[in-house]
Protein backbone atom coordinates (compact mmCIF):
# COMPACT_ATOMS: atom_id res chain seq x y z
CA UNK A 1 0.00 0.00 0.00
CA UNK A 2 2.08 3.22 -1.03
CA UNK A 3 2.33 5.75 1.69
CA UNK A 4 1.70 9.40 1.42
CA UNK A 5 4.88 9.95 -0.14
CA UNK A 6 5.12 8.08 -2.52
CA UNK A 7 5.86 9.84 -5.88
CA UNK A 8 3.81 7.14 -7.56
CA UNK A 9 0.76 8.36 -6.77
CA UNK A 10 -1.60 9.51 -9.07
CA UNK A 11 -2.04 13.08 -9.20
CA UNK A 12 -4.80 14.73 -11.40
CA UNK A 13 -3.19 17.27 -14.58
CA UNK A 14 -3.27 20.69 -14.45
CA UNK A 15 -6.36 22.52 -16.45
CA UNK A 16 -4.51 23.43 -19.28
CA UNK A 17 -7.65 24.43 -21.23
CA UNK A 18 -7.64 28.13 -20.28
CA UNK A 19 -11.10 29.98 -20.90
CA UNK A 20 -10.39 33.42 -22.71
CA UNK A 21 -12.12 36.43 -21.17
CA UNK A 22 -13.41 39.56 -23.27
CA UNK A 23 -14.64 40.49 -26.94
CA UNK A 24 -12.41 40.90 -29.85
CA UNK A 25 -12.76 44.82 -30.87
CA UNK A 26 -13.95 44.05 -34.30
CA UNK A 27 -14.21 48.21 -34.65
CA UNK A 28 -10.40 48.24 -34.40
CA UNK A 29 -9.78 46.08 -37.32
CA UNK A 30 -12.09 47.91 -39.96
CA UNK A 31 -10.74 50.35 -42.22
CA UNK A 32 -13.66 53.44 -43.16
CA UNK A 33 -13.28 55.84 -45.78
CA UNK A 34 -12.66 59.25 -44.64
CA UNK A 35 -15.18 61.42 -42.93
CA UNK A 36 -16.08 64.86 -45.35
CA UNK A 37 -15.44 66.60 -41.58
CA UNK A 38 -12.12 64.99 -41.43
CA UNK A 39 -9.20 67.52 -42.01
CA UNK A 40 -7.14 66.44 -44.84
CA UNK A 41 -3.54 65.62 -44.38
CA UNK A 42 -0.60 67.52 -45.82
CA UNK A 43 1.50 65.61 -48.15
CA UNK A 44 5.13 66.60 -48.31
CA UNK A 45 8.23 65.29 -50.53
CA UNK A 46 10.31 63.27 -47.99
CA UNK A 47 13.64 64.99 -47.12
CA UNK A 48 16.76 63.19 -48.47
CA UNK A 49 18.89 61.65 -45.63
CA UNK A 50 22.40 60.47 -46.44
CA UNK A 51 21.54 57.15 -47.33
CA UNK A 52 19.92 58.90 -50.73
CA UNK A 53 22.88 60.82 -51.73
CA UNK A 54 24.91 57.41 -52.24
CA UNK A 55 26.72 57.99 -55.79
CA UNK A 56 25.24 61.19 -55.68
CA UNK A 57 27.09 64.28 -56.86
CA UNK A 58 24.44 67.24 -55.73
CA UNK A 59 24.35 66.19 -51.80
CA UNK A 60 24.73 69.78 -51.26
CA UNK A 61 22.01 71.42 -54.04
CA UNK A 62 18.64 72.86 -52.64
CA UNK A 63 16.38 70.11 -53.08
CA UNK A 64 13.08 71.07 -54.88
CA UNK A 65 10.00 71.00 -52.91
CA UNK A 66 7.61 70.42 -55.22
CA UNK A 67 6.03 66.46 -55.13
CA UNK A 68 6.43 65.26 -58.80
CA UNK A 69 4.36 62.24 -60.98
CA UNK A 70 2.76 61.49 -64.25
CA UNK A 71 -0.20 60.57 -65.84
CA UNK A 72 0.68 56.37 -66.25
CA UNK A 73 -2.02 55.71 -68.97
CA UNK A 74 -3.84 57.37 -72.22
CA UNK A 75 -7.36 58.26 -71.64
CA UNK A 76 -10.23 60.47 -73.22
CA UNK A 77 -11.35 61.88 -70.13
CA UNK A 78 -14.29 63.72 -68.98
CA UNK A 79 -15.39 65.39 -65.98
CA UNK A 80 -15.39 63.18 -63.10
CA UNK A 81 -13.33 60.64 -65.00
CA UNK A 82 -10.23 58.57 -63.08
CA UNK A 83 -6.86 59.04 -64.15
CA UNK A 84 -3.82 56.96 -63.13
CA UNK A 85 -0.83 58.90 -61.68
CA UNK A 86 2.51 57.77 -60.87
CA UNK A 87 4.84 58.75 -57.99
CA UNK A 88 8.11 60.26 -59.01
CA UNK A 89 9.33 61.43 -55.76
CA UNK A 90 8.78 59.70 -52.00
CA UNK A 91 6.44 61.76 -50.13
CA UNK A 92 5.30 61.72 -46.62
CA UNK A 93 1.70 61.79 -44.23
CA UNK A 94 1.58 62.01 -41.24
CA UNK A 95 5.13 60.43 -40.57
CA UNK A 96 4.38 57.65 -43.13
CA UNK A 97 6.38 56.98 -46.19
CA UNK A 98 4.73 56.79 -49.70
CA UNK A 99 7.32 55.31 -52.11
CA UNK A 100 8.30 56.77 -55.77
CA UNK A 101 6.58 54.38 -58.30
CA UNK A 102 3.36 54.41 -56.19
CA UNK A 103 -0.11 54.64 -58.23
CA UNK A 104 -2.24 57.40 -57.12
CA UNK A 105 -5.66 58.02 -58.68
CA UNK A 106 -6.89 61.64 -59.04
CA UNK A 107 -10.39 62.63 -60.84
CA UNK A 108 -10.85 65.12 -63.56
CA UNK A 109 -12.87 68.30 -61.45
CA UNK A 110 -13.72 70.57 -64.52
CA UNK A 111 -12.57 72.33 -67.78
CA UNK A 112 -11.96 75.98 -67.84
CA UNK A 113 -9.83 77.89 -70.82
CA UNK A 114 -8.42 75.09 -72.52
CA UNK A 115 -7.02 74.03 -68.96
CA UNK A 116 -8.11 70.17 -67.10
CA UNK A 117 -8.05 70.37 -63.52
CA UNK A 118 -7.92 67.56 -61.38
CA UNK A 119 -7.89 67.05 -57.62
CA UNK A 120 -6.40 63.86 -55.62
CA UNK A 121 -8.88 63.08 -52.17
CA UNK A 122 -7.75 60.09 -50.29
CA UNK A 123 -4.26 57.98 -50.55
CA UNK A 124 -3.94 54.71 -49.73
CA UNK A 125 -1.42 54.84 -46.93
CA UNK A 126 0.20 51.35 -45.40
CA UNK A 127 -3.63 49.94 -45.38
CA UNK A 128 -5.45 52.83 -44.14
CA UNK A 129 -7.51 55.92 -46.44
CA UNK A 130 -5.88 58.57 -45.64
CA UNK A 131 -7.83 62.01 -46.74
CA UNK A 132 -5.69 64.62 -48.71
CA UNK A 133 -6.41 68.10 -50.48
CA UNK A 134 -3.86 67.53 -53.86
CA UNK A 135 -4.71 69.36 -56.97
CA UNK A 136 -2.42 68.64 -60.26
CA UNK A 137 -0.81 71.51 -61.95
CA UNK A 138 1.18 71.71 -65.21
CA UNK A 139 4.83 72.23 -65.53
CA UNK A 140 4.06 76.63 -66.35
CA UNK A 141 2.92 76.55 -63.01
CA UNK A 142 -0.28 76.63 -63.36
CA UNK A 143 -3.47 74.77 -62.20
CA UNK A 144 -4.89 72.26 -64.23
CA UNK A 145 -2.96 70.60 -67.27
CA UNK A 146 -2.65 73.02 -70.27
CA UNK A 147 -4.51 71.43 -73.22
CA UNK A 148 -4.67 73.51 -76.90
CA UNK A 149 -8.58 74.56 -77.09
CA UNK A 150 -8.21 72.88 -80.38
CA UNK A 151 -7.90 68.98 -78.78
CA UNK A 152 -11.39 69.65 -76.61
CA UNK A 153 -14.46 68.00 -78.40
CA UNK A 154 -16.50 70.58 -79.35
CA UNK A 155 -19.55 72.00 -77.73
CA UNK A 156 -23.00 72.04 -78.84
CA UNK A 157 -23.95 75.87 -77.51
CA UNK A 158 -23.29 77.09 -81.04
CA UNK A 159 -25.20 73.98 -82.88
CA UNK A 160 -28.01 74.02 -80.23
CA UNK A 161 -28.42 77.70 -80.41
CA UNK A 162 -28.35 78.34 -84.77
CA UNK A 163 -30.92 75.23 -84.61
CA UNK A 164 -33.21 76.94 -82.31
CA UNK A 165 -32.98 80.35 -84.46
CA UNK A 166 -33.44 78.27 -87.24
CA UNK A 167 -36.58 76.13 -86.33
CA UNK A 168 -37.79 79.21 -84.72
CA UNK A 169 -37.96 81.01 -88.25
CA UNK A 170 -39.98 78.40 -89.83
CA UNK A 171 -42.67 80.23 -88.10
CA UNK A 172 -42.18 83.36 -90.14
CA UNK A 173 -43.17 82.26 -93.32
CA UNK A 174 -46.84 82.56 -92.65
CA UNK A 175 -49.49 80.04 -92.95
CA UNK A 176 -53.07 81.52 -93.37
CA UNK A 177 -54.27 78.22 -92.61
CA UNK A 178 -54.18 77.92 -88.68
CA UNK A 179 -54.51 73.82 -89.10
CA UNK A 180 -51.07 74.36 -91.09
CA UNK A 181 -49.55 76.59 -88.07
CA UNK A 182 -50.53 74.36 -85.61
CA UNK A 183 -48.58 71.62 -87.47
CA UNK A 184 -45.74 73.58 -87.88
CA UNK A 185 -45.63 74.50 -84.31
CA UNK A 186 -45.60 70.34 -83.51
CA UNK A 187 -42.91 70.13 -85.35
CA UNK A 188 -40.95 73.22 -84.07
CA UNK A 189 -41.94 71.50 -80.34
CA UNK A 190 -40.48 68.16 -81.35
CA UNK A 191 -37.28 70.07 -82.95
CA UNK A 192 -36.77 71.70 -79.69
CA UNK A 193 -36.84 68.56 -77.72
CA UNK A 194 -34.22 66.70 -80.24
CA UNK A 195 -32.10 69.95 -80.37
CA UNK A 196 -31.87 69.15 -76.32
CA UNK A 197 -31.21 65.58 -76.32
CA UNK A 198 -28.45 66.18 -78.16
CA UNK A 199 -26.99 69.08 -76.75
CA UNK A 200 -26.87 66.91 -73.17
CA UNK A 201 -25.66 64.00 -75.19
CA UNK A 202 -22.08 66.27 -76.88
CA UNK A 203 -21.75 69.30 -74.84
CA UNK A 204 -19.60 67.37 -72.22
CA UNK A 205 -16.26 68.07 -72.88
CA UNK A 206 -13.32 65.45 -73.66
CA UNK A 207 -10.07 65.41 -74.04
CA UNK A 208 -7.19 63.00 -74.39
CA UNK A 209 -4.24 63.00 -71.75
CA UNK A 210 -0.84 61.17 -73.03
CA UNK A 211 0.91 58.58 -71.16
CA UNK A 212 4.19 60.30 -69.78
CA UNK A 213 2.88 64.10 -68.76
CA UNK A 214 4.52 65.38 -66.33
CA UNK A 215 2.35 67.21 -63.69
CA UNK A 216 3.17 68.63 -59.85
CA UNK A 217 0.82 67.81 -56.95
CA UNK A 218 0.47 71.06 -54.53
CA UNK A 219 -1.78 70.86 -51.11
CA UNK A 220 -4.82 72.87 -51.32
CA UNK A 221 -5.17 75.88 -49.86
CA UNK A 222 -7.06 74.34 -46.81
CA UNK A 223 -3.81 73.30 -45.66
CA UNK A 224 -2.07 76.83 -45.79
CA UNK A 225 -2.96 78.09 -42.99
Known amino acids: MPSATDS?????????????KGTIDEESRSV??????????EVVKKV???SDYF????????????????IDENIKAVDGSRVRLRLLDDIEINESVVRRGTYLYATVSGFSS??????INSILVEDELVKVSLSIYDTDGLEGLYVPISQFRETS???ASS???????????????????????????????????ISKAIKK?????????????????????
Do not use: C
Request: positive net charge.
Open 163 to 197: AMSGSMNMNTSGYGNSLAQWGMQAVNNAYQKTSNA
Open 48 to 50: KTT
Open 157 to 159: KDV
Open 205 to 225: NKVKLKYGTFVYLVNGRENRN
Open 55 to 70: NTLAKDAREPKLIKAI
Open 32 to 41: KAPAETDKAS
Open 114 to 119: GRVKGS
Open 8 to 20: TATVAPPDTMTQT
